[in-house]
């Protein structure tokens, strides 16, 4: 009942299932569980898409400025220090930016942006459930299918212990992943209870036909409903045991968001009383502290104030990461250390292995110097105010359009003050899935801001 009612969910683009971008869709639904199938997928799209749509491609100005980036960074590879680590480290970045060019060819409607977001949806259940499993179940274990095709590792207790990492290797990689996935999650529960309101509300027939752009087929049904329900509960649930305070920040920042951009004032108020009781339990002076902590419970107050690790080294500190990166990038300023040589530098100062500072853009500073990271942050800077100009400018977005593309510009934020206090690009599958997102954002603005010039010159 249940499988056939999701079947109808993705009715809507199934009926081209052999074009590129549905291809693309199938990959990111097996992401989460191969990420050696979904890379090749991803991959293969973005290599046809290429072929097909190369002029489209190299005629746009910010596929230039992720040329020019290209560039740079080889060029700052070619003066490291360790010439083989900053060539390897290309491969976080490089590959990442056709990907975006080509998706940024590929998926140019709302329509696409709705079809990745339920199936991304839908393929963090599998690992969120496994990361609930791990905690809660003590699941443990090690699966290989044809060498790599398959390979599931189940840490037992979590890594590190007593926090969720399912299938990704840390915790705070895991926290990134749901974080994200919350938050286009969240946007399609909202949708959907906006035509559940409209439905039941206002009285619409069953044999009424939806408009092309709505999100599910009719007659209405409520499973998709209560299936996004579900499904943004256990990631949270998830993301909760994930113990990050990263993303937890994430999760509330788009809770936040999400009811100021619905106007529920009475929400946003309820949710910053919890966040500011949170806070008083774990930051205010004792007395103070005290009265709040009879009611919120120790596991948030205790990690968000680092008494839960007390004796953690100030090498693993945050703040002594960023000091060092920060050193690095100004005794480097123009092509930086290269890629890869933030971790064996701090281990020589600092006896600690160490992967990486917990901020990109400082990383990047260090490893590939300031002209390169200017650049970087410019081009994500022009996606982000081109996306907030569409939304609030353009008359050609429907009503119904605005939520979905909202979701993206906040996942896109969320995945920007994450990379303020981790670096996400390590992780292939989130990596890919941070590109794709902007990549999204980017194919639409092009097709709208050309449909806004073009009746321009016909008036």
């Not at 097996?30 to 799209?45: C, E, M, R, Y």
């Not at 839908?122 to 299918?145: E, R």
Request: net charge positive; glycine share 6%.
């Amino acid at each position: 009942m249940l499988g056939a009612s999701l079947n109808k969910v993705f009715d809507y683009f199934k009926s081209r299932w052999q074009s590129s971008w549905n291809y693309s869709l199938w990959a990111l639904l097996i992401f989460p569980l191969s990420p050696l199938v979904g890379a090749v997928t991803v991959g293969f799209v973005s290599l046809i898409t290429w072929l097909k749509q190369s002029r489209k491609i190299n005629h746009r100005p910010l596929n230039w400025g992720f040329a020019l980036l290209s560039v740079l960074l080889i060029v700052s590879a070619g003066f490291a220090q360790d010439k083989t680590a900053a060539f390897l480290g290309l491969f976080n970045l490089l590959p990442f930016f056709l990907l975006f060019a080509a998706h940024s060819a590929l998926i140019q409607t709302f329509t696409q942006l709705r079809q990745m977001a339920w199936v991304l949806v839908i393929g963090s259940m599998p690992v969120a459930i496994m990361g609930l499993g791990q905690l809660f179940l003590g699941w443990s274990f090690k699966f290989q299918f044809v060498w790599v095709v398959f390979s599931w590792t189940i840490a037992p207790g979590g890594n590190p212990p007593g926090r969720i990492a399912s299938l990704f290797l840390h915790a705070n990689t895991f926290a990134a992943y749901l974080a994200i996935i919350f938050i286009l999650g969240l946007g399609l529960w909202l949708e959907q209870w906006q035509l559940a309101i409209g439905y039941w509300g206002l009285g619409i027939s069953k044999n009424s036909v939806p408009s092309p752009q709505s999100p599910i087929p009719s007659p209405y049904s409520p499973v998709p409903l209560l299936f996004l329900t579900v499904a943004v509960i256990t990631n949270f649930i998830a993301l909760i045991f994930t113990n990050s305070r990263n993303g937890w920040a994430i999760a509330i920042f788009a809770c936040l968001a999400y009811a100021l951009y619905q106007g529920w004032r009475i929400l946003v108020s309820g949710v910053a009383a919890i966040v500011s009781s949170v806070l008083l339990a774990a930051f205010a002076p004792s007395p103070v502290a005290q009265i709040f902590r009879r009611v919120v419970p120790t596991f948030f107050w205790a990690r968000l104030n680092d008494d839960m690790y007390p004796d953690r080294p100030v090498a693993l500190m945050r703040k002594t990461q960023w000091e060092f990166a920060w050193s690095l990038a100004q005794q480097h300023p123009w092509t930086g250390w290269g890629l890869r040589s933030f971790s064996p530098l701090y281990k020589a100062q600092m006896q600690i292995p160490l992967g990486h500072p917990h901020n990109l853009f400082l990383m990047l500073s260090a490893e590939t110097g300031f002209p390169s990271t200017f650049l970087f942050c410019s081009l994500l800077a022009w996606i982000l105010i081109a996306g907030i100009q569409l939304l609030r400018k353009s008359k050609y977005i429907n009503t119904e359009d605005r939520l979905i593309f909202f979701s993206y510009l906040l996942a896109f934020v969320g995945w920007i003050v994450l990379n303020t206090v981790d670096v996400t690009l390590f992780d292939f599958r989130l990596n890919a899935l941070s590109w794709l997102i902007l990549a999204a954002i980017c194919g639409v603005v092009h097709r709208y801001n050309q449909r806004d010039r073009l009746a321009s010159h016909q008036n």
